[in-house]
């Protein structure tokens, strides 16, 4: 007997998730790229066993990503963060097989400790693809990666690679193609110093989406990696994981209010926190019909609203609603904002069975208090 899950709860579809793999392993061998799962975006290591066949590794943002990616996923696992503490770095570099450095500052403080590791520094190229200043990379004043070349070429002997993230939610090759042009034209003479062996460009490209030109991508990635005789690494995040995953929540009330209103079971600002940081709506499937309703969180926040969708009849109290596209910046930020009762984890198995993962319970939330 198949047992019911109380909603709300995150559905990942490996079926999906594989398709996505496969993509990514098409890549991997067309264009001689390695590929690291971004943990920032999505790490729920319950589905490691799928990725971790097709991707080379990870790469993490903070000590603890850095532990989890060599834990649970194995491969290469790289080090990333804006700033490492002097109580972190041992037990980075004691986890990680390449560190990358934001600054030439961060870089000579743990030059010491970090002098037997394979190292790298972050470049900013001042060129991004994002439409958000907020997740701009390249915005006036960012602390994100070095920006001066000269600046750079007097650590040279300190590091034999580089990671240049400057592209967000870019679905347009023409764009990452320009874009890679600028980062060869003003960091060329740092990419030709024959100490670098190793260049990674990032997440935030999405290939695994429909239509997007993947053969030229592949051809474009290797002609970078042979101009500059390197191994270039990708770090796709939501490109790993886009369409994957649903978010299942069930309608607790309906009301009019100038418009029809349909409140669920979850929250936006508690289980998709990334859509109200960059005021964006939830996506629903199916979204058609002639009845319209506002969907609502059930938190007190009075802008928790996951959008406006359409049904073909009248939702009623008890109603199933699936949000999809839910996987990325959704369960690394979920959080327990007025105590709204957290998603469980589920995973639909390749053979269509579905497995509960991790209930939430009230232990859980006195836990992350105090």
């Known amino acids: 007997m198949t047992r019911v899950i ?3 709860y995150y559905l990942i579809d490996k079926a999906k998730l594989l398709r996505n793999m496969e993509k990514i392993a098409y890549v991997r061998e067309h264009s001689g790229a390695k590929a690291l799962l971004a943990l920032k975006c999505f790490a729920t290591w319950s589905v490691f066993d ?16 850095v532990k989890l990616g060599k834990q649970k996923f194995g491969g290469e696992t790289h080090a990333y963060s804006v700033a490492y ?9 004691a986890h990680s097989d390449k560190i990358i450095f934001n600054t030439i500052g961060q870089l000579e403080r743990f030059e010491t400790a970090s002098a037997s590791h394979v190292r790298g520094l972050r470049l900013n190229p001042g060129v991004s693809s994002s439409e958000f200043i907020i997740a701009d990379p390249s915005r006036p004043f960012s602390r994100l990666g ?7 070429l007097r650590v040279m002997d300190k590091i034999s690679g580089f990671m240049i993230h400057n592209n967000c939610e870019n679905s347009d090759f023409e764009l990452f193609d320009r874009m890679l042009g600028e980062i060869e034209h003003k960091f060329g003479g740092l ?21 997007y030109p993947v053969d030229r991508f592949c051809a474009r990635l290797r002609a970078f990696s042979e101009r500059f005789g390197v191994q270039v690494y990708l770090e796709p995040g939501e490109a790993s994981i886009t369409m994957s995953t649903s978010l299942e929540v069930t309608v607790l009330d309906t009301l009019f209010n100038g418009k029809q209103l349909a409140i669920v079971d979850s929250s936006i600002e508690a289980h998709m926190l990334d859509l109200l940081i960059y005021r964006e709506s939830a996506k629903m499937a199916p979204n058609e019909g002639e009845h319209q309703y506002m969907v609502c969180g059930k938190s007190c926040l009075a802008g928790d609203i996951f ?7 009248p939702l009623q109290v008890g109603d199933r609603l699936s949000f999809i596209d839910a996987a990325g910046y959704t369960m690394v930020k979920k959080n327990w ?34």
């Open 6 to 8: 109380k909603t709300p």
């Open 307 to 313: 959008g406006e969708f359409n049904f073909d009849r």
């Open 85 to 93: 503490a002097d109580h972190e770095i041992e037990e980075v570099l």
């Open 146 to 152: 070095e920006w001066d070349a000269d600046k750079v």
């Open 50 to 65: 799928l990725m971790s066949q097709y991707m080379d590794g990870t790469t993490s943002s903070s000590l603890n990503e």
């Open 191 to 211: 990419l030709e110093q024959p100490q670098i062996t190793w260049v990674s460009l990032g997440g935030g490209i999405h290939f695994t989406g429909e239509g």
């Open 337 to 370: 904002f007025n105590g709204v009762q957290m998603p469980a984890i589920a995973v639909r198995e390749l053979d269509g069975s579905v497995n509960l993962v991790r209930e939430f319970t009230f232990d859980d939330f006195v836990d992350s208090l105090s």
